[in-house]
């Protein structure tokens, strides 16, 4: 059950377009899901991986090529939940090592993206258009083309519901909305002036790809990202260690109360994300690891990947993620893994700020509580 928590509405979107899209269905489906399906963003295959050819890699020169970055140490750990705490595709626990390599201290920031989209022209998944042409040949044949509206820019949005809802059914609190995007979080109306060191949310995995090559980066694996999340910590539960996240001090930007509808934002930023740096950092003096937004990792999401891994041996050196994507709650869905947890997670709904917990999302997707930080080798 707890599998779906925090999972975005894109998936059942993209299935009720592409295949249940004919009018009887349509006329079985409430209200609520037809305005859903109204504003459904329909992801391209085409503009998975993509990356402009004609991105010119950022001129960096050697002093400041490593600028608000920290170098995280190789080492071996133990990768995975270690206690009852975890959903099942954080098990089993499994030997593995990593290189040394630099990280970013903070998630990437709309500043940093914007220099990024001003230097290059780049133009996120969340503000093209979706081509029918292209569309078309993904489904069924005969398949009838969408009104303009659901193929219009759209992005994921979280919506507070009014008062308690079943926890099961996320498509509650996640909206598509028309003209969201990275510099429109909420919807055209909101805007990022004056968040200018805030996370940038709204952006793809393509996206995320597409900065850090510019910036001469990568993404994190998802083995670098826990190891680094850890600070150095030996098989704790938080970044921070095992203190409880409502004990003490804020530790991390994340859901006081009842989720998803009454966010008491004791820590000061309720249901949107905080300016990086607001909270203590890990041992590693990497901010936000926890909480704030989710933050894109390199691999391909398998929910058995880690079962994989502990049948190769020990000690697994460096692993990059499974050669495919796989999950079992929407398969057929290539998606890629996420990592920290977001303003949006609550120790009674997901507590995905715990360090091995899991998320993924279709590479294509953009969503309110989604950022990233990138990282770099050492050479
Ligand atoms: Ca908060």
């Known amino acids: 059950m707890v599998i779906f928590l925090n999972t975005p509405l894109k998936y059942s979107c993209i299935f009720l377009c592409l295949f249940l899209w004919p009018s009887t269905i349509l006329a079985q489906l409430s209200q609520r899901q037809k ?99 292209e569309l078309k040949k993904q489904v069924p044949a005969g398949t009838p083309r969408p009104p303009d509206s659901l193929l219009a820019p759209s992005s994921l949005v979280f919506v507070p519901t009014t008062g308690p809802v079943n926890l099961v059914d996320y498509s509650q609190w996640w909206q598509f909305v028309r003209g969201a995007d990275w510099r429109h979080p909420e919807g055209p109306h909101s805007t990022i002036v004056g968040k200018e060191n805030h996370p940038v949310v709204q952006v793809s995995w393509d996206d995320a790809q597409a900065y850090a090559r510019w910036a001469g980066k990568r993404l994190p694996t998802e ?30 930007n994340t859901w006081q109360g009842k989720f ?23 041992g590693y003096g990497l901010y936000d690891i926890a909480g704030n937004v989710w933050e894109w990792c390199f691999d391909n999401y398998r929910h058995d990947y880690y079962a994989t891994l502990k049948k190769k041996g020990t000690l697994v050196l460096n692993p990059k993620g499974p050669l495919n994507s796989y999950d079992p709650d929407e398969p057929g869905i290539p998606k890629k893994v996420m990592r920290g947890g977001s303003f949006l997670c609550n120790d009674s709904y997901c507590a995905s700020y715990r360090s091995s917990a899991r998320m993924k999302s279709s590479p294509d997707s953009g969503l309110m509580h989604t950022g990233f930080r990138c990282v770099k080798d050492i050479n």
């Not at 190891?227 to 804020?250: C, Q, T």
């Not at 930023?269 to 905080?274: E, F, I, K, L, V």
């Open 35 to 133: 305005d859903s399906l109204a504003a459904c963003h329909v992801p391209l295959p085409s503009k998975r991986g993509f990356v402009k050819t004609n991105l010119v890699q950022k001129s960096i020169s050697k002093s400041s090529a490593f600028l608000g970055m920290k170098k995280i140490p190789s080492g071996a750990f133990d990768m995975g939940a270690h206690d009852e705490k975890g959903r099942t595709d954080e098990y089993p626990v499994h030997r593995v090592a990593v290189k040394a390599f630099w990280i970013d201290e903070t998630e990437v920031t709309n500043a940093q993206f914007a220099a990024f989209v001003a230097a290059t022209g780049y133009v996120t998944t969340a503000e093209k258009a979706i081509s029918w042409d």
């Open 223 to 252: 083995a670098e990202w826990e190891w680094a999340a850890r600070g150095g910590l030996k098989n704790l539960e938080f970044p921070w260690g095992s203190e409880p996240i409502d004990s003490g001090v804020f530790k991390a």
């Open 260 to 282: 998803p509808y009454k966010d008491e934002a004791k820590d000061g930023y309720q249901h949107t994300t905080a300016p990086v740096k607001q909270f203590t950092s890990n």
